[in-house]
């Protein structure tokens, strides 16, 4: 029997119900909110972002952390996802391991690095045990910026690189094994067959990593929150502190929709720059 | 734009509602800000409450408090009986007609002793009462008696200046080589009411006309110089409890409840002491907490029977004992009061009688800017003292953010500032 030809529209209409109720009418509310002055259209909330103390140095943390964070991620992924093809046994195994990050939430992952990076946590004690340091050692505050900056990174790369990875092993799955042994007959070293065969065939994949790791990366908050408090100041974490110490609804929001357009235009980047064959899209 | 709004409250009193715990119809609700964690919740659940008609105890974050009450008055149904908060959370609720005149409650208990001056400012400038004061605590310093052999010469450790307080840190990472002065300057700390209440009044006897005045200009320079002997994880501090019985620091200021584990784990080890002197005197903050009857309540006479339970002298002492915040009523605390306890008492009221003591009071009248107030102080403090700008200019530039907001709320002067006519000015 021929199915009806709206039925596909009402397979889906609970879920754009779902998305309208939840994610468009908030995003109008937020975009609005943004723009009132108290007496009808103004770009004040705006005016007041950037004229703001922490402003600059937002920014500033928040992309040098994307430029240092997103490439790393798909490098690790990259490579962890090439070992995993090759392994023949425990690759199962190895792949569960890998992921336990992406099970635990932001704000523990962020605690669980405190706990090993603040002055009386693991990292200390074990230096310390090994006479390599004399006392606790502060690397989490506004004294010691690298050192919190590179703490951050590292518990991001911990946090999330697993998605990457996870997005990456399924693009590998699906190349052909054909080409690759095509690849071997005429002699190929695994560097080429790496360049020619399993990056352009991985583009498709990529793009969709870099895609949801650079979006997640620009709304970074609760990691940072946790090793850095204020210490760090970053886009997100503004827009907490504006909207529930500073109780400026507005600013907050004008910060969440300069979020929401950083993301827009890193996806747009993405897309343009990574453009996929419709044909390997399938 | 006012749909928009109206949308928005909707939508917080559809997730206040389902947040809501599940209470009897004729369970009174009991909101407060105080004693949140949760250990203190418990407490007040099952010591305090002990006696009084069933009551669920609910607690919520202060700007979340503020969005609740709007949202259940714009809806048109309460589901809150009675409130629990700061003088300076309830004040914003008294121009909305959230709350129930309660003269009928303060009459029954005027033979309680709660002082006038406190009783008045539970009118919160109208001509009935509003609130029923409920608790009070304040701000002081605890030391680590491993400190006290590096303090300077002449000095009175219960009297002590912003100077001392300077070289003590100094003599101390001289001869130790650590920073032992701590703050609570940390997201969740309370350090804005530190150069609120206790910095800027204690050398310009204001706590805005005189913002950016030479004796302020004073005081945050020498500020700077003793934060150069300040632990540098304060900014990561919330408590102070914490990092003082890890001994990381031996010199803490903060709001009593926050230090009370401390000194309850082990008293031998610490003193209580005012804060700090400047040049006009000993500016100390008390911090009011009251309880409210939110207009039309579910369950209004309930709500009256349990403040008159909580203002019972037994509740009172049994509230300082538990929690750490004193009686507002005439209430003397027994002589067996566990040690800790003893001397959290001993510090309030050594604060309290100082000769050069200034009262600053909590900001007052400042509606829900009273987050961007606290902002003005915490950036002045992060770009004199954090990012070293020119002392001068910075107050000159916040002292405009200042004035803008005292403009825009229009709030009258509160003490220490000399009452004006219209918002208070900055000179």
């Given at each position: 029997m021929p199915q009806p030809r709206w039925l596909p529209y009402l397979l889906i209409a609970p879920s754009v119900a779902f998305l309208a109720a939840f994610f468009l009418v908030p995003l109008g509310q937020t975009i609005l909110l943004s723009f009132d002055g108290g007496q009808g259209f103004s770009l004040a909330n705006y005016a007041r972002m950037a004229g703001d103390l922490n402003f600059p140095t937002a920014l500033r943390n928040t992309f040098a952390l994307v430029i240092v964070v997103i490439p790393l991620q798909v490098g690790l992924a990259l490579v962890m996802g090439l070992m995993l093809q090759k392994m023949t046994r425990g690759r199962e195994l190895v792949l569960w391991i890998w992921t336990i990050?992406?099970?635990?939430s932001d704000l523990a992952a962020g605690l669980v690095w405190l706990a090993i990076l603040q002055d009386s946590g693991y990292l200390n004690t074990l230096l310390f045990q090994f006479g390599l340091i004399s006392g606790p050692t502060a690397y989490l505050n506004s004294e010691t910026p690298i050192a919190l900056f590179f703490a951050v990174v590292l518990a991001e790369v911990w946090r999330a690189t697993a998605i990457v990875l996870i997005i990456l092993v399924a693009g590998i799955q699906l190349i052909p094994k054909e080409f690759g042994e095509a690849a071997d007959i005429f002699g190929a070293s695994p560097w080429t067959k790496f360049r020619k065969i399993t990056l352009p065939l991985l583009k498709p994949s990529l793009q969709s990593a870099l895609i949801l790791r650079t979006v997640l990366a620009f709304e970074v908050f609760a990691v940072v929150y946790a090793l850095g408090g204020r210490n760090f100041p970053i886009i997100v974490g503004e827009a907490y502190t504006w909207q529930n110490e500073n109780q400026n609804y507005g600013v907050a929001a004008a910060y969440a929709v300069l979020v929401m357009a950083i993301s827009l235009a890193a996806t747009v980047i993405y897309l343009k720059a990574l453009r996929v064959d419709p044909e390997a899209q399938a | 734009m006012k749909t928009l709004n109206q949308l928005a409250i909707a939508a917080m009193t559809a997730g206040a509602i389902l947040a809501a715990p599940v209470a009897n119809a004729q369970d009174l609700v009991f909101l407060s800000t105080q004693l949140r964690p949760i250990d203190e919740a418990q407490k007040v659940r099952e010591v305090l409450l002990k006696g009084a008609p069933k009551t669920t105890y609910v607690v919520e974050e202060p700007p979340q408090f503020a969005v609740r009450m709007k949202a259940e008055q714009a809806a048109g149904k309460r589901t809150i009986s009675l409130m629990g908060a700061l003088h300076g959370e309830l004040q914003p609720l008294a121009p909305t007609a959230s709350l129930d005149a309660i003269d009928d409650v303060a009459a029954k208990l005027s033979a309680s002793g709660i002082p006038a001056g406190l009783m008045e400012l539970g009118k919160l400038g109208t001509s009935t009462q509003q609130y029923i004061p409920w608790m009070q605590a304040t701000y002081v310093l605890v030391v680590r008696k491993e400190a006290l052999p590096f303090l300077p010469a002449g000095a009175d450790v219960n009297a002590l200046t912003y100077e001392q307080l300077a070289a003590w840190g100094k003599a101390i990472q001289d001869k130790t080589?650590?920073?032992r002065i701590g703050f609570?300057?940390?997201?969740?700390?309370?350090f804005a009411r530190f150069l609120q209440g206790n910095l800027v009044p204690s050398y310009t006897g204001s706590m805005v006309t005189e913002f950016r005045s030479a004796a302020a200009e004073k005081g945050w320079t020498d500020f700077k110089a003793l934060w150069a002997t300040v632990n540098p994880n304060a900014n990561n501090y919330n408590f102070m409890q914490e990092p003082l019985m890890a001994g990381e620091v031996w010199i803490a200021w903060d709001h009593i409840a926050r230090v009370k584990d401390a000194l309850t784990a082990e008293p031998d080890k610490y003193l209580v002491v005012p804060p700090p002197a400047g040049s006009q005197g000993r500016a100390y903050m008390p911090v009011v907490a009251g309880l409210a009857i939110a207009k039309d309540a579910p369950n209004r006479a309930q709500a009256a029977a349990v403040i008159e339970h909580l203002l019972k002298p037994a509740t009172q002492i049994a509230t300082a004992m538990e929690v750490g915040f004193f009686p507002v009523i005439n209430a003397p605390l027994p002589a067996d009061l566990p040690a800790g306890v003893k001397l959290l008492a001993d510090g309030i009221a050594k604060t309290q009688g100082a000769k050069d003591a200034i009262v600053a009071l909590l900001p007052v009248g400042l509606g829900d800017k009273g987050g961007e107030f606290n902002k003005v102080y915490f950036d002045t403090f992060q770009r004199i003292v954090l990012r070293g700008e020119p002392v001068r200019a910075v107050l000159d530039s916040q002292a405009e953010t200042l004035r803008a907001l005292m403009t825009q709320t229009a709030a009258p002067c509160w003490a220490p500032d000399k009452p004006s006519q219209g918002a208070c000015p900055v000179t």
């Open positions: 990050p992406l099970g635990v | 080589g650590q920073r609570p300057a940390g997201p969740k700390g309370l």
